[in-house]
């Protein structure tokens, strides 16, 4: 075991626990947009945008999302498995198409996504509509339209509440811990930990360490006030129901001071 440091004491910090949102560019399909016209507005080809989005033929619809291209910038608070969470794909594979050898990720890393999913909204392809002919369908269309517009709204906001709840109450064994804080930046540290994680390089690395005979080494956590980690290091203080989370500074190491929180152990 690498000694990283001591534990320290008093108050509350939270690093990075918000959400996120996708920093790949999207484009929301109008009505009489052409994969070709989109593809000529971003300096893109259709061959990348059919790959990109994993389509099967060039025929794409209104209110259809695409995205430009397949690269996502990690944030602060980004976690493989809330990546994997906003784009509908699992851990594994976003670890297969990065080469990634374990679970950390660091801010402005650059991650490839593959074949995301793009919404469907609307069944009707993205062509042009000739105009109405009579006053009283052009009155029946726009009713129809608000009423949809209200449809997707209420769908939204829906969907919204659901992923909040997801975030807030993730699935897996909860288990009440006492959680201190300590940081790589000391006298005679390492910065290494046991399972070869360098804090130094990454110190924005969302990392605690365990007590494997509780939390096993290597297992996705999501943390009560510090967020999603991982389990990557041990301790010699750190027995039974105990957990030590890093973070960037001492000054925050400090602020963390010992806790009482909920663990949820996701995999």
Same mark, same amino acid.
């Given at each position: 075991?690498?000694?990283?440091?001591?534990?320290?004491?008093?108050?509350?910090?939270?690093?990075?626990?918000?959400?996120?949102?996708?920093?790949?560019?999207?484009?929301?399909?109008?009505?009489?947009?052409?994969?070709?016209?989109?593809?000529?507005?971003?300096?893109?080809?259709?061959?990348?945008?059919?790959?990109?989005?994993?389509?099967?033929?060039?025929?794409?619809?209104?209110k259809?999302?695409?995205?430009?291209?397949?690269? +996502?910038?990690?944030?602060?608070?980004?976690?493989?498995?809330?990546?994997?969470?906003?784009?509908?794909?699992?851990?594994?594979?976003?670890?297969?198409?990065?080469?990634?050898k374990?679970?950390?990720?660091?801010?402005?890393?650059?991650?490839?996504?593959?074949?995301?999913?793009?919404?469907?909204?609307?069944?009707?392809p993205?062509?042009?509509?000739?105009?109405?002919?009579?006053?009283?369908?052009t009155?029946?269309?726009?009713?129809?339209?608000?009423?949809?517009?209200?449809?997707?709204?209420?769908?939204?906001?829906?969907?919204?509440?659901?992923?909040?709840?997801?975030?807030?109450?993730?699935?897996?064994?909860?288990?009440?811990?006492?959680?201190?804080? +300590?940081?790589?930046?000391?006298?005679?540290?390492?910065?290494?930990?046991?399972?070869?994680?360098?804090?130094?390089?990454?110190?924005?690395?969302?990392?605690?360490?365990?007590?494997?005979?509780?939390?096993?080494?290597?297992?996705?956590v999501y943390?009560?006030? +510090?967020? +999603?980690?991982?389990?990557?290091?041990?301790?010699?203080?750190?027995?039974?129901?105990?957990?030590?989370?890093?973070?960037p500074?001492?000054?925050?190491?400090?602020?963390?001071?010992?806790?009482?929180?909920?663990?949820?152990?996701?995999?």
């Open positions: 075991m690498k000694k990283l440091v001591a534990a320290l004491a008093a108050g509350i910090f939270i690093a990075g626990a918000a959400t996120t949102t996708v920093s790949a560019e999207e484009h929301e399909v109008q009505k009489g947009e052409s994969l070709w016209e989109i593809a000529d507005k971003y300096d893109t080809t259709v061959e990348d945008l059919t790959e990109i989005n994993d389509l099967k033929s060039t025929v794409i619809h209104p259809q999302l695409l995205f430009i291209n397949n690269m +996502y910038s990690v944030k602060q608070g980004d976690t493989l498995i809330s990546i994997g969470k906003e784009y509908d794909i699992t851990v594994d594979e976003l670890k297969e198409w990065n080469d990634l374990n679970d950390i990720i660091v801010i402005g890393q650059d991650l490839k996504i593959n074949g995301v999913n793009v919404s469907q909204e609307d069944s009707e993205a062509e042009i509509e000739e105009a109405p002919k009579q006053e009283n369908e009155e029946k269309q726009a009713d129809e339209k608000k009423a949809s517009v209200k449809t997707e709204k209420v769908e939204e906001s829906s969907e919204e509440s659901s992923e909040d709840s997801s975030e807030q109450s993730p699935e897996g064994e909860t288990i009440t811990v006492t959680a201190t804080a +300590y940081t790589a930046k000391c006298d005679g540290c390492s910065g290494v930990t046991s399972t070869g994680v360098d804090l130094n390089a990454n110190p924005n690395a969302k990392v605690i360490a365990v007590d494997p005979n509780v939390i096993p080494l290597g297992s996705e943390v009560e006030g +510090y967020g +999603y980690a991982t389990a990557a290091d041990v301790g010699g203080a750190i027995k039974g129901n105990k957990i030590d989370l890093h973070v500074t001492k000054e925050e190491a400090v602020n963390w001071g010992a806790q009482q929180v909920n663990v949820t152990v996701i995999k």
